[in-house]
């Protein structure tokens, strides 16, 4: 029936979702049969139908004929050798496919060739994705080459591929001709300080990349030291992601320092990266003089209550970051109050993540001290906290004050009913909250015996 109402002159449709629907390799050969006439849609989203190679076959003999899509996602689906084979066909021939999304279709290093090769004459395909396949070192030796003649691709991702350190080094050498390329995410592709250092040193002098992904490859202080290196150099990468990459304390610095002069990133994401006291202060004395970041990600990075002080600190100052997310990183109370006071004078922060961060009661006054002053901060998470009733309540008195809040977090903060009138009465006098999460603690069955009258169609989750 879809196949028919796709062949039908009357059909209007321009995006079709049919992911996790069971088509099967017979259901999608017949939406495909019925591409290759169908003149309307533009967006098609197949995932996970179990297509297996004939039904991906049966696509990539579509895209011969089909002139109207432009965007095409088969994620999860078997391809097979020859559903790579006759894609690859398909791309020397189509030139209205712009968006290809290939990802966790199990294609091998081998079968991909083809597919890496038809990359260095195709000029229409503008983001591909081969995330979570088998590609391995021997198809990012085949990709790299194409890199290197491509001039239309922008968006490309290699996530989960474990390319290796010999494959991420002919992905770098390729970076050091592109520059057309955006976007390339290389997370989970196993560089190790070598891969990571010569994706480091091919960044240095490319002058089209804004966004590098290159989390979870083990490359170390060697490989933070010499991202570090080229950040000095590089003026248009603007968002950095490289969270689990064990860069410790001496990488962090090094990339810090080359932050504080760089005036083009703006987005820096180092999540679970061993960094401790030590890099939270490098980072701070960064905050200190950087005026363009907008984004810090730190999370889970052991900074404890001397790093959660020194960004406090640089808090007071920072006239350009909106968002900083600091969980699980053992602020403690010391950290905690530090970060609270910062916030009654910043005036730029929007968003503040201390999700599970070893606070007590005490810091729930000390945050409601300055939320009643602060008119910034739009979102703040202080979820798993242990903020007891006490907290909460200080809190929630200060919400009724406070005239910028939309969103807030006290999850698993062992908040009881003692808290529940302060709550209630918090949310029926401040009206701008749009979510207010509570889930996880004891507020008592009759908090939410009258939703209607305060809560007004707001998101309260409760959980209780």
Known sequence: RLADALLSPKCRV?????????????GISAVARALEANTSLKVIKLNANEAGEVGCVAVAQALKVNRTLTTVTVRRNTMGDQGVDVLAEALRENDTLDTLDLGDCQISG???KPLAAVLSTNTTLTSLTLSWNDLGEEGALAFAPALKDNTTLTFICFEGNFMG??????IAEALKVNNTLKTIDLNWNGLEPEGGTAVADAIANNTGLTELMIMANNIGPDGGRALGAAFESNNTLQILTMGSNAIGPDGCAAIASALATNSVITHVRLSMNEVGPEGAEALAE??????????????????????????????HTNVALTDLSLISNQLGVGGGIAIASALKVNKTLRNLNLWDND???SNGNAFAEALKVNRTLKVIDLGNNRLTTDGAIAIALALQENAGLVNVDLQNNGVGSGAATAIRAALAENTRLRSFKLGGNELGKDFVADPTQIFGGRDVATAN
């Not at 321009?14 to 390799?25: E, H, I, Q």
Request: charged share 25%.
């Open 14 to 26: 321009t995006d079709l979702n049919v992911t996790v629907n069971g088509l099967g390799p017979d």
């Open 110 to 112: 081998a079968s991909a």
């Open 165 to 170: 350190t010999k494959g991420g080094k002919a």
């Open 286 to 315: 960064m905050l200190k003089t950087n005026s363009t970041m907008k984004e810090l990600r730190l999370n889970s990075n052991e900074c404890g209550p001397r790093g959660g002080e020194a960004i406090a600190r640089a808090l």
């Open 359 to 361: 606070f007590e009661a």
